[in-house]
């Protein structure tokens, strides 16, 4: 099992473009989610999905679209960058969405950067 | 709103030296504490989850435990190789899906 990839592992774009954040697990588990971890915050919720064709809205939302079209794939969608959108993201899964203390495993993350 | 809240937010020590890392929490309702490691330029790696008051669980030279109010992470005579970040959340039980609430971890350096 290759657990949770996450590509690009770093990214640069300019104010206004927009780019897909790519996640996928091989574990064939139904719960995923992005996470953007910045200094002295530490890591906070922006999506995440309980399975193929349901996703919700996390802690920090706003700026960013996700889909899921299948169990394995949960792409981070940013439309129009912007500089607060400078960060580093991660992406975890876990087996059920509904077994609240289920282990959630991160990829390695994508390091953006917004000029 | 669920708070988690990590002290202190770096710690060095010599090889050898054994200390604790500090997680206090205000949840409505915790179902669960993880703790995980970070290392530079990777993700969270998991090592413990506790479910109530008074568990303890172990790992190497990792100890956690948990009380109603924060939870610490005991570490004994510990390596170099045990530098990283530590990281703490929870998972409340107000919440239907898993929502994990993260605190801003601890970094730890051991010096040899």
């Known amino acids: 099992n290759a657990g949770v990839t996450q590509t690009p592992k770093f990214q640069v774009l300019k104010t206004g473009q927009s780019m897909t954040l790519q996640c996928a697990q091989d574990m064939n588990h139904e719960y995923m989610s992005w996470y953007r971890q910045d200094p002295g915050m530490g890591l906070r919720l922006i999506h995440y999905s309980v399975g193929a064709g349901i996703t919700d809205q996390g802690e920090v939302p706003n700026g960013y679209n996700v889909s899921r079209s299948t169990t394995e794939d949960f792409p981070l969608r940013l439309l129009s960058a912007a500089p607060s959108q400078t960060s580093v993201y991660f992406c975890a899964s876990s087996y059920s969405p509904w077994i609240s203390t289920d282990t959630q495993y991160f990829g390695p993350g994508t390091r953006l950067t917004v000029l | 709103e669920d708070q988690v809240t990590q002290s202190p937010e770096a710690l060095r020590l010599q090889e050898g030296e054994s200390s604790s890392l500090n997680c206090s929490y205000t949840v409505s309702g915790l179902r669960g504490l993880f703790w995980y490691r970070q290392d530079p330029g990777k993700g969270p790696e998991f090592l413990f989850t506790?479910?109530?008051a008074g568990e303890e669980k172990e790992k190497e030279r990792l100890k956690a435990t948990l009380t109603k109010k924060e939870s610490f992470l005991h570490i004994t005579a510990p390596k170099p190789e045990d530098s990283a970040t530590y990281l703490c959340a929870v998972q409340a039980g107000d919440q239907g899906a898993q929502k994990l609430v993260f605190g801003q971890g601890t970094r730890l350096t051991i010096n040899p």
């Open positions: 506790l479910y109530s």
